[in-house]
């Protein structure tokens, strides 16, 4: 499918608060900016307040993140009205912070714009964000620059390495989504793949759960760390979708389920209900089988991505 941004919108309790984005209003303002705005980037679309200024020759003059870390990880995922409660405390902080932070690092400069992520994310998260890039917009007196979190995801690489330049492909692989996207320019982009029905990130967490993995760190860096220590070799399971040649989709639902079927045949079930699988006096024997689950897991589900 072909997708050229072309109109992004986000509704708060106040309305529709951003107006239409397309390729042709991103290329009037950066004419107006000489193609060299300084931009000031919040994102709330999750569980981190962030805020950081960019150039238009991308290069990063100060950036701040206020974790949520401690708030969620004793409940194994985003609560989102604590999310958004703790964006409401954190925002203005983590702005004022960038901005001095920029004044610093480069007294001379002056914001141009607003750019704030409305979408997609956590509505209620979002609402914060969009809120403030308002506000501080109108403070500034400068346009508010509305950004998708998917497209950001993959303009990022051009931050970090500069070499990479328009088209490129670009593998999104963040949290709930997985996209394969060939991205041609700004607000121009094209799918090659999506997911069918799960994501990668959705298949860590579910995989975590059914190992009794401790999820306050988040279900992907807790498999991956016991894969290190498993055979991923030691249980067959299948490669997905791996017969349907040129299809560029994703799908992990039924790796999941093998997944589950696998640990329902080879661990006890009073291993199965312990809360936390690191627990001190954990069978040996049972923990190898863990590590081998979760390195099988994680050896298939890489190889689908490549």
Known sequence: RHLATTTTTTTTGTGTVCRASSEEDRSNNQRQEGGNGVILGIETSCDDTCAAVVTGDRKILAEKRKSQFEIHSSFGGIVPNLAQDAHKKAIEGVIEAT?????????????????????????????????????VAAKLQVPIIPVHHMEAHALVAQLSETGIEFPFVSLLVSGGHNLLLLAHGVGNYTELGS??????????????RLLSLDLSRGGGPVVEELAR??????????????????????????LKTATRLCIEDNLTMKDMTNIIAQVSGEDSEEKAKKADIAASFQEVAIRHLE
Do not use: H, W
Not at 110 to 133: F, K, N
Not at 198 to 206: I, M, N, V
């Open 99 to 135: 901005l001095s932070e920029m004044k610093q690092n480069s007294p001379g400069a002056r914001i141009t714009g607003v750019a704030v992520t409305v979408g997609p994310g956590l509505s209620p998260c979002l609402q914060v964000g969009v809120r403030e890039a308002r506000r």
């Open 195 to 208: 997911t069918v029905d799960d994501s990668l990130g959705e298949a860590y967490d579910k995989v975590a």
């Open 229 to 254: 220590e498993g055979d991923p070799l030691k249980f067959k399971f299948r490669v997905p979708m791996i017969s349907k040649k040129g299809d560029c989709n994703f799908s992990f639902a039924g």
